[in-house]
């Protein structure tokens, strides 16, 4: 007689600092990728957690807002300067 062992579920915690991120820009797909704004020390640049590890996918001089992740990992976001969206 076997005995099944339930599968071992792993969980990760990404938190975001209030003192950083005052606004909850956070979005994520159905394959766990997690896109947020956050502050560079210049401005507000777009990050990705695909998972395992945390990239910036901006690097610019505008505001980079409101990003969006699609099931396929691809990011979209607005961008502009603080009175007007590009």
Known sequence: MS???PALQVSRFLHFSVSTHPVPFQKINDNGYVVWTGDDGSDWEV???????ITQISNNTHLDQVPQVNING?????GGYRYGLF
């Open 3 to 5: 005995t099944l062992l």
């Open 47 to 53: 990050f990705l957690y695909d998972g395992t590890s």
């Open 74 to 78: 691809q990011v979209v976001w607005a």
